[in-house]
């Protein structure tokens, strides 16, 4: 714990809260200009635009993610929120470049180090934007339509958890367990806010109202619970895979390593705590460990994309889901092209970026589906938050 702490400088904390609220700022003054123009009115509305932003700039994080762990500059800042105590690589280069003198080809360099600092001021201004959205939502919490102020409160706890995650992701230098769950942490956002645009969704005509109710007692519905499940576990499975650099333990297919069924050994692959590269017992991970954590993903990927074609192929057949059942097919197929391509051709930067943002916008698909429109709004919303809720619709729709 004495080490973490030394890698923690909470000088330039307040820089960097305030650098976030800038940047967050900015896609809420465009938002907030275009949604006038459009004509949206009512504290509802104006709620639904906002979070719609706030969940784009997380889907747009956890892609950012994905590609700082990728690039390796998961510790190009060694310390936590600043680099070197500063706020941004600009007042670190003096450190920056004493290290990489010291060690050519270790973790920090000057380009790692503006690919680590650009994540954390992204993760500040969402942070910001979710921050904002709580309190107005306490503030507005009798408005006409509007949600429930104490999910935007549970959407900043989950932030202020992510950030903590965020710091032992440094401090304990890219724990697989810890990078693990930061990972599903950020999909989790993605499915807290998803739900809450949802949440947040006009009435709309008598027509969608009676097909809502019908969905809401479907078996389908139900179904789709237990497929954003399973979908849950595969990706746990896929950041362990990452997080533990073990995308080339197997680098043919179908077969790994030329064979069926290679040697693995699964208790060391899954053995959680322990430090990235390391078996858990003082010595270095081999490869049949990296083999084990790798077919368990290769494996549960045939019952999630079975699952997956069974559930899109049978909303296909309603006439009122057949959007949503075309739309899950070809999120499938998108997985599997960009997952066979991080195989096939070496695990390339664009193919692995494709496949985390494959998984994020399928948690956001399956919940967007799942979750009832209205389902954490006071019954009863007026005709006013209604009305504006619809030109909010229209504002998306608009090229």
């Not at 081999?286 to 077919?295: E, R, S, Y």
């Amino acid at each position: 714990m004495v080490g973490i702490a030394a890698l923690i400088d909470l000088e330039p904390v307040l820089e960097m809260l305030a650098l976030g609220a800038v940047l967050a700022l900015v896609p809420t003054a465009l938002v907030a200009w275009r949604a006038h123009r459009q004509g949206v009115r009512g504290w509802a509305a104006w709620q639904r635009v906002l979070t719609v932003a706030t969940l784009f700039l997380t889907l747009d994080l956890v892609v950012f993610g994905a590609f700082t762990r990728l690039t390796d500059s998961g510790l190009g800042c060694p310390d936590w929120p600043g680099c070197y105590g500063e706020t941004s690589p600009w007042g670190a280069k003096t450190a920056i470049a004493a290290e990489q003198a010291a060690r050519p080809h270790g973790p920090v360099t000057h380009h790692k180090a503006w690919i680590e600092m650009l994540h954390r001021y992204l993760a500040t201004a969402v942070g910001a934007l979710i921050t904002g959205l709580m309190v107005a939502a306490w503030r507005r919490r009798h408005a006409p339509g509007a949600l429930s102020p104490w999910w935007p409160t549970l959407t900043f706890v989950w932030v202020c958890v992510q950030g903590a995650f965020g710091a032992l992701t440094v401090t304990l230098k890219l724990q697989p367990l810890i990078v693990t769950l930061h990972l599903l942490g950020a999909l989790l956002g993605v499915g807290l806010l998803t739900a809450q645009v949802r949440a947040l969704h006009p009435a709309g005509s008598r027509y969608e109202r009676e097909t809502t109710k019908v969905w809401a007692s479907s078996p389908w519905r139900r179904a789709g619970m237990l497929l954003l499940a399973v979908l849950a576990v595969q990706i746990a499975l896929g950041a362990w895979v990452s997080s533990n650099y073990a995308v080339l333990a197997c680098a043919d297919f179908p077969t790994c390593q030329g064979r069926w069924w290679p040697d693995m050994d699964a208790a060391t692959g899954f053995t959680l705590w322990r430090p990235l590269g390391e078996n858990g017992q003082g010595g270095w991970i081999a490869l049949p460990a990296l083999t084990a954590i790798h077919m368990a993903h290769r494996l549960m990927a045939v019952v999630v994309l079975l699952a997956l074609l069974a559930y899109g192929w049978g909303l296909l057949r309603h006439t009122v889901w057949h959007h949503e059942g075309r739309v899950l097919l070809a999120m499938g197929a998108w997985q599997l092209l960009t997952g066979l391509s991080n195989v096939v051709l070496n695990w390339p930067l664009v193919a692995a970026l494709a496949h985390t943002l494959g998984a994020a916008l399928l948690v956001w698909w399956l919940v967007r589906l799942l979750v009832l429109p209205g389902w954490a709004r006071p019954v009863g919303a007026t005709a006013e938050a209604s009305k504006g809720l619809h030109a909010t619709n229209r504002l998306q729709r608009a090229p």
